[in-house]
């Protein structure tokens, strides 16, 4: 597989078939994990730091060479507010740098 160029995002195609090549499909990384395979199609999609690490630990390359737009230079997530229920914005807290859903304490 041919990797795809390092100023853009992979596409979940290029993830998933990149998982297929290092021998782990989805289903698999999930099932040992204890995750649900929604979980892993969700991480596609969206920023989930956790999830993006146990990918790119399969494949065998950093999270940041997969999605470059989630990471700064020195391979920190970028964590745009999120959006949660009610349209309300929620900032992540630095207390626990994995959990997006955590709301800050003031």
């Known amino acids: 597989m041919k990797m795809p160029p390092k100023n853009r995002d992979w596409t979940p195609r290029e993830v998933k ?34 999830l993006e690490q146990l990918i790119a630990d399969a494949i065998g390359i950093k999270p940041r060479r997969i999605w470059p737009s989630r990471y700064d230079g020195q391979g920190r997530t970028l964590r745009p507010d999120i959006k949660g229920r009610g349209g309300r914005s929620q900032n992540t807290t630095t207390a626990d740098p994995c959990n997006i859903y955590a709301r800050e304490v003031a």
Do not use: K
């Open 17 to 50: 078939a990149a998982l297929q090549l290092a021998g782990t499909p989805i289903s698999d990384l999930a099932q040992t994990h204890s995750y649900h395979t929604r979980a892993f199609s969700v991480v596609l999609e969206r920023p989930m730091p956790h």
